[in-house]
């Protein structure tokens, strides 16, 4: 093949192209074609774009509100005339958020690194050996996420007290572990066994045991999978209340979605109050979603080439 170029002196010559080659990339700082957008990309991110700031209303309603005047709760205006910052203050000194918000940290950060210790080995075990009753086992782990925590409440309440354990951060860090633990276990049964095992033998191969070859070769590929469990696990145990609300009877030893509800009265609601904790209950979460993303990306393709 041949493309004409441009000497120096202004002439045209042809120059010969091998044949299969790539033409020559344009010069730098040479014009681009400006790229048009086709009517159903800008179509796809307008419908986009809506979606998103549907989602997004309710927390800015939130938010909103939290800043809003005692005295402006009831008017009609979107808007209110001035921010009241002072709320978030006002709900820090008049109620007990600071330590309803460490011991929900401390239930949901001690909840979810028990589920991965236990989930982890068991799913593995489950997804690599082909014991007898595999099936039925993964079938009760399956039927245990029908049970709800309140049908259970009577009796953990009754076991609880002959243990000395209620306002305990362990009791309900035990509790909401139990309850999630059986999911964590599904997710990552999936995940260990969609990974050739064929990775893990070549690595014993190389001198690594079955559990060097699981921290350092299957955990890593199962990184979305534990992510995935992590997340789950730490909402679920973020957003517990009845449980809470149950063996966690002295107003310090409650967890934050317990304390914002004291903000309901029965005659009268601290609308300002109740919005400006259910802010910062939120924030932390965000913390944690805003952390973890990049992170799923990444375990996706670490450790499947030494």
Known sequence: M?????????????VRRAPGSTPAAPPRGAARAPRTLRPRTLLIAA?????????????????????????????????PSSFEW????????????????????????????????????????????????????????LITQM???????????????????????????LCNAAFNLAFAIWILTAYFASIPEALEESAMIDGLGRGGALLRITLPLAMPGVVTAMIFTFIAAWNEFVMGLTLSTVPESQPLTVGINSFIGNYTVQWNYLFAGSVIAIVPVVILFALIERKVVSGLTAGSVK
């Open 47 to 79: 419908v986009a774009w809506l979606l998103a700031a549907l989602f997004l209303m309710p927390y800015a309603e939130m938010v909103i509100t939290a800043l809003r005047p005692a005295e402006e709760l009831r008017d009609a205006t979107y808007l």
């Open 2 to 14: 041949a493309q004409h170029t441009l000497d120096p002196a202004g002439t045209t010559r042809r």
């Open 147 to 173: 049970f709800q925590p309140t049908s259970l409440l009577v009796g953990l309440y009754r076991e609880f007290y002959q243990l000395d354990m209620l306002n305990s951060v362990w009791t309900l860090i």
């Open 86 to 141: 002072a709320n978030f203050v006002g709900v820090w000194r008049e109620s007990h958020l600071g330590a309803n918000l460490r011991v929900t940290l401390l239930v949901a950060a001690g909840s979810t690194l028990l589920v991965l210790l236990v989930a982890i080995p068991a799913a593995y075990y489950t997804a690599r050996m082909k014991f007898r009753g595999r099936k039925l086992f993964l079938l009760l782990v």
